[in-house]
């Protein structure tokens, strides 16, 4: 976090969250952090992939992701497993 590049992108990313949550319609739920680590995990809740994946091309969010290697989960919740499982046959 100590790189002036990475800390920059950082401050205007987070900058930008609040209009983002309003502009996508999307629930930031929490950030966290492991400092000694390196690792930061945020907790985004969207309507769909698709506007999730508008959000990630933000200039903001462009340019923390040139400055670190991001792993994406995409997660479903009960409802929605119930609603895949009697789908499919």
Request: aromatic fraction near 8%.
């Given at each position: ?69 991001i792993e994406i989960k995409m997660v479903v ?13």
């Amino acid at each position: 976090m100590n790189n002036e590049k990475k800390r920059k992108a950082n401050l205007a990313y987070f900058a930008k969250m609040d209009a983002w949550s309003k502009k996508y319609k999307v629930k930031m739920v929490g950030v966290w952090s492991v400092p000694n680590e390196h690792l930061n995990f945020l907790v985004i809740e969207a309507p769909s992939l698709e506007v999730f994946q508008k959000l990630r091309m933000e200039p903001e969010a462009r340019a923390v992701a040139a400055t670190e290697t991001i792993e994406i989960k995409m997660v479903v919740n009960k409802e929605e497993i119930l609603k895949m499982l009697r789908q499919t046959k």
